[in-house]
């Protein structure tokens, strides 16, 4: 059970870059959750991903052993957590000016790009976390790239909004 949980039921094991398509996944389940239940359903699936992800990797390496300072590829419920924070501002901002989430492409477009590139690169904090080994640093680094990204969309988002909507 850890395993299909820590893969995403499988997405971890696809080739290649399986980071990726839990990424990718990651799209396709927000935007399921954001259509059926809104804001609300997407935060509350948000809580409990991230608590999912601490207990199957918790479960993973305590059953496998450390998995060193790099997470098994196969692992991407954490790349899911992380993806769906920078999506938050996508969807609050959706739903705060009444507009279906659709409309709003680009910014999917910039969350998707922008976790993928903190998540691959580690800058800073990421580096740190992705270092620390075990469950917590398994996720730690993608929570983390997430924040970066969701950083790099709002500012996106603002200069669009702000500077060349004018």
């Known amino acids: 059970m850890n395993r299909l949980i820590a893969s995403v039921g499988g997405v971890g094991y696809l080739?290649?870059?399986?980071?990726?398509?839990?990424?990718?996944?990651?799209?396709?389940?927000?935007?399921?959750?954001?259509?059926?239940?809104?804001?609300?359903?997407?935060?509350?699936?948000?809580?409990?991903?991230?608590?999912?992800?601490?207990?199957?990797?918790g479960s993973l390496v305590a059953r496998l052993g450390e998995p060193g300072p790099h997470d098994p590829a196969w692992v991407v419920i954490d790349e899911v957590a992380g993806q769906w924070i920078p999506l938050m501002p996508v969807a609050f901002g959706?739903?705060?000016?009444?507009?279906?989430?659709?409309?709003?492409?680009?910014?999917?477009?910039?969350?998707?790009?922008?976790?993928?590139?903190?998540?691959?690169?580690?800058?800073?904090v990421i580096g740190w976390a992705d270092r620390r080994g075990g469950a917590s640093g398994v996720i730690l680094d993608d929570l983390l790239a997430?924040?970066?990204a969701a950083?790099?969309?709002?500012i996106l988002a603002g200069l669009y909004h702000g500077l060349l909507m004018r």
């Open 151 to 154: 950083v790099g969309v709002m």
């Open 146 to 148: 997430g924040v970066f």
């Open 15 to 57: 080739r290649p870059a399986p980071g990726t398509w839990g990424s990718l996944a990651a799209l396709v389940l927000a935007y399921l959750l954001l259509k059926i239940g809104g804001v609300t359903l997407f935060v509350l699936a948000f809580v409990a991903v991230v608590a999912l992800a601490f207990w199957s990797i």
């Open 94 to 124: 959706a739903a705060s000016n009444g507009v279906a989430i659709e409309r709003l492409w680009p910014g999917w477009v910039a969350a998707f790009l922008l976790f993928r590139l903190f998540d691959v690169w580690k800058p800073s």
